[in-house]
């Protein structure tokens, strides 16, 4: 039997007793904390603009306290974020990913069944949503330097766009497909109006609406997102009367193509220069389509004072056509050639959406609810802006605009860069070395800017000879077209 000599005689030994046990069992718990905050290596790429702590902090946010999961709120994050940013991933690639997150970290792997991970993905809450987008849009604000705005004035261009869906019984309802379809031949398609922030060139702000819905009920709803100051810039589907002397109200600017159905009549208004003119418009007698109140619609003021400005530009058929352009901008001191190149910013976010729906391959969300089609681009949203912040970090003391970089290669260098961040957490100087490192490559995958370069919506490959779905698919029947058409083996 071991016994032990008391250093002072008289003194209980349980004075002196070792807590050696106890120290090690809290270094474990802290070692395993710091493990987990560290887990993912998107997580530690991103650390600088979504902090780990404050990630945590949101895991409980949404249904109250929330037990432990192996699929918790910031793990489902990372994985969706990774299927996103590898050009659509499936959710099979997003749970061999997790595991294998789980299993560098030494810890207990999940089984392979991708119906929990794509029920944790539901359970994703909004107001976890909604901590990571503040986070994200505080960031990117900081960044925002004097150049980025135009005669102290924030860019903003809004416009439409649609996302095809999975033909179910339930997006159809929401989302219904388009009237020149036959019912079960065709697809969902719900209808997206977005503000993009050109300063920053992040996706501001979006509604989900149907794809029959007119894109100006989208802009105004999303009308409370613009600040005094803000110059709104759009084509001739949002230049509605209602919407501009609202905005103008809240001293919100707009430069926006005329509508098609009002006529420039050159010989009224007072003459600025050659190609500008003041023009009053009166109230028309009935509101559009925006989905204004009558009370609203009764509180706009009879009258509208707006500046036409008259530019030449090439058409999509090449030829010269004259264009005109409605502005509340009326002040002298805006030349009317600056005008005219502002409203040329519009075409930014049609390239945005580009990159979101081709490049990120996102033409079709893969859900079979409504719910999850709109969870699933809040989640593009965010990935998108988180991006481009990522190119504004690049770019931060560079002479090169954010319009610059290739959106594709930055893609490319953050799957390639992504792995070299596992575990650096805990290493700050490795970690800012590999930010470097990073930020410097994408830097370098500029863009050759041609302005004028004919870019025509043509596809080059034809697609193989199939027979149309003009019928439901269990009533279908095919038709052999001679040497035409071959059924698939």
Known sequence: MKKRTPFLPGISTGLYGSHKRRQLEAARVERDKLRDKSITDLGTLFSDVLPVERLEAANSLGTGKRRRRLFSQVIVFWAWASQLIEFNASCNKALTLIQSWYSNAGRKVPEFDNSCYCRARIRLSDEFLDEASSMIESYGESRVEPWHYWYGHRLKAIDGTSIRLMDTAENQKEYPQPSSQKPGCGFPVMGVVGVLDLGRGSIESYV???????????????????????????????????????????????????????????????????????????????????????????????????????????????????????????????????????????????????????????????????????????????????????????????????????????????????????????????????????????????????????????????????????????????????????KAA
């Open 208 to 486: 989900e609406c149907k794809q029959s819905d007119h894109d100006a009920n989208g802009a105004w709803r999303l009308r409370s997102n613009f600040s005094p100051g803000d110059v709104v810039i759009a084509d001739r589907a949002f230049c509605s009367y209602e919407l501009i002397s609202t905005l103008l109200q809240n001293d919100v600017q707009s430069v926006m193509r005329l509508h098609q159905r009002r006529k420039a009549d050159w010989r009224r208004g007072k003459r600025i220069d050659p190609n500008s003119r003041l023009v009053t418009w009166k109230k028309p007698p009935c509101p559009g389509k925006s989905g204004i109140t009558t009370e609203e619609w009764r509180a706009l003021p009879n009258t509208l004072r707006l500046r036409l400005v008259r530019i030449r530009a090439k058409g999509r058929d090449k030829k010269m056509r004259t264009m005109y352009i409605a502005t509340t901008l009326i002040d002298a001191r805006y030349p009317t050639e600056e005008i005219a190149m502002l409203y040329a910013e519009r075409w930014k976010i049609e390239v945005k959406f580009r990159d979101i729906k081709t490049t990120m391959r996102l033409e079709e969300f893969r859900v079979r609810t409504p719910a999850m089609a709109r969870k699933t681009m809040r989640m593009v949203q965010l990935v998108y802006n988180l991006i481009k912040v990522r190119q504004m970090e690049a770019i931060r003391d560079e002479a090169l605009c954010l319009d610059e970089l290739a959106f594709k290669d930055t893609l490319d260098l953050i799957n390639e860069f992504r792995g070299g961040f596992r575990q650096l957490l805990d290493h700050p100087r490795l970690l800012a070395k590999q930010w470097r490192e990073l930020e410097e490559r994408i830097a370098e995958r500029t863009l050759l800017i041609r302005p004028g370069r004919s870019e025509p919506r043509a596809v080059k490959l034809r697609p193989k000879p199939y027979q149309y779905l003009t019928s439901p698919r269990r009533e279908f029947t095919e038709i052999f077209h001679r040497s035409k058409y071959e």
